[in-house]
């Protein structure tokens, strides 16, 4: 079955400290892990694509087969990092692209 | 460009009363999608299309239809609504084949009671 798991609902941290942000995926194939951002009162976005293996915003992820993970990390986190983080998987399914979320982890940076 | 814009923002309805929720998207993009997203869950896909005049079930299709008249819009309809359908709405587009990124809209709050 293709599920994405994200065990943390709620991360609290302060700034300036690290940041790993826990996602761990099950699919019999080969994956595309994004990392979905939604900041208060704004829309869902796209953070990252492990394929692109680009920094955002200081955040990256890097995707490990063996322990079917793709954790998202930041050495130093900001207060204006906090929000709602999704991790998802896209894999083929009825011939069709789609994304499965996780549920989600809010992160919250304080001063 | 105002990208993906959905309608109404905000809705209470009583069980039993019907609804249709319209998403709309200047980008030209094939792939259109239903979420909803409720505490705990993250976003589960409830219908998506990927042309006009084309429809599929998602993860949780019950109580919902959907329509793809004209290949900008996509409508999200429930008949006979239920508490259970209290939550937060989603739609996304994306590209066909070449586009990876779901852009989504602002999202509609629905309360039934």
């Known amino acids: 079955a293709q599920r994405v798991t994200q065990p943390e609902k709620l991360l609290s941290v302060f700034k300036g400290a690290p940041v790993e942000l826990k996602c761990n995926y099950s699919?019999?194939?080969?994956?595309?892990l994004f990392w979905y951002v939604q900041y208060s009162r704004q829309r869902l976005q796209l953070l990252l694509r492990?394929?692109s293996r680009e920094s955002i915003k200081g955040f990256t992820a890097d995707l490990n087969k063996g322990e079917t993970s793709f954790h998202l990390k930041k050495p130093f986190a900001q207060e204006e990092d906090s929000a709602m983080y999704y991790c998802?998987?896209?894999?083929?399914?009825?011939?069709?692209?789609?994304?499965?979320f996780g549920a989600g982890t809010r992160l919250a940076v304080h001063p | 460009n105002a990208g993906v814009t959905q309608t109404p923002k905000f809705r209470v309805l009583k069980t039993g009363q019907s609804m249709t929720l319209l998403c709309a998207q200047d980008?030209?993009?094939?792939?259109m999608y239903w979420y909803r997203q409720d505490p705990g869950m993250g976003l589960r896909l409830i219908h998506y299309?990927?042309?006009?005049?084309?429809?599929a079930k998602g993860e949780v299709p019950d109580g919902y239809n959907v329509s793809r008249l004209k290949k900008q819009n996509f409508l999200l309809g429930l008949e006979s609504a239920a508490p259970s359908q209290t939550s937060v709405y989603f739609c996304?587009?994306?590209?066909?084949?070449?586009?990876?990124?779901?852009?989504f809209g602002p999202g509609t709050r629905l309360t039934v009671t």
């Open positions: 996304a587009s994306k590209m066909a084949l070449a586009g990876y990124e779901q852009y």
């Open positions: 699919y019999s194939g080969s994956p595309e």
């Open positions: 492990h394929i």
């Open positions: 998802a998987l896209s894999g083929l399914s009825g011939g069709y692209n789609k994304l499965i």
């Open positions: 980008m030209n993009h094939e792939y």
């Open positions: 299309s990927v042309g006009e005049g084309t429809t």
